[in-house]
């Protein structure tokens, strides 16, 4: 079985520029997390989706970000316009059940702004 | 949620047992314990979830107090390979799903 496949793996951009993230979940899973790790910490919740509905949008930052997850399974993390402070991994995620939290995440997509 | 704390980093040689405890007092009486494992360039990888007392799957056991108030994830002979960032969540289902935070967690060296 296919895992969490995102891409692209990395990007370096220049500030202001925008920048979109893709990820295409395990194939049935409802629930798809988009997450940032800064360098020597634990991933953050960005936005979580249920099948094509945002239900945890709260730490997304809507000046800049936007997602969305049309038809319910590929999922598009876009940022515009990109800061110096957003260089990060970007890491997508999904799962299955979400009365058990058991996530399967992907490889995830190293941006560098410049 | 509940707050964990987990020590910042361990180490350990091959073929020891390693126990990474995690504190979480506030745990709520629907949450529960997960641990995830990350190597660098990589995503977290599930290890092990559980509710209550002991969980044992093939790669780590988690055991957990009858006060839930922490928990500790034992690996078993550890190899140079088992080198990663151990994560301890704490969460549990909310309206709409299942909400956890990751912490900053536990780095493990692993040496020969």
């Known amino acids: 079985e296919a895992g969490v496949v995102q891409s692209p793996r990395y990007k370096i951009i220049e500030k202001k520029q925008p920048v979109a993230f893709w990820c295409n979940p395990i194939s049935g899973h409802n629930t798809l997390y988009w997450y940032l790790q800064n360098l020597g910490q634990g991933p953050e919740l960005l936005i979580r989706y249920e099948n094509e509905e945002a239900v945890d949008d709260s730490q997304l930052p809507k000046d800049r970000f936007s997602a969305e997850r049309l038809k319910g399974v590929d999922s598009t993390l876009k940022i515009q316009p990109a800061e110096l402070g957003d260089s990060a991994v970007y890491l997508c995620a999904s799962s299955l059940d979400t009365e058990i939290d058991t996530q399967y995440f992907g490889p995830g997509t190293r941006l560098t702004v410049l | 949620l509940a707050k964990t704390t987990q020590p910042i980093s361990m180490d350990s040689y091959e073929g020891q047992e390693v126990n990474i405890t995690c504190s979480h007092n506030?745990?709520?009486?629907?949450?529960?314990i997960t641990w995830y494992q990350q190597f660098p360039s990589q995503g977290p990888r599930f290890i092990i979830q559980?509710?209550?007392t002991k969980v044992t799957n093939e790669v780590a056991s988690l055991f957990i107090p009858a006060d839930r108030k922490s928990s500790t994830l034992s690996l078993p002979r550890v190899s140079l390979s088992d080198t990663a960032v151990y994560y301890c969540l704490v969460g549990g289902p909310i309206t709409g799903g299942f909400k956890t935070i990751f912490g900053a967690g536990t780095r493990l060296f692993v040496k020969a």
């Open positions: 559980g509710y209550k």
């Open positions: 506030n745990i709520a009486t629907n949450d529960y």
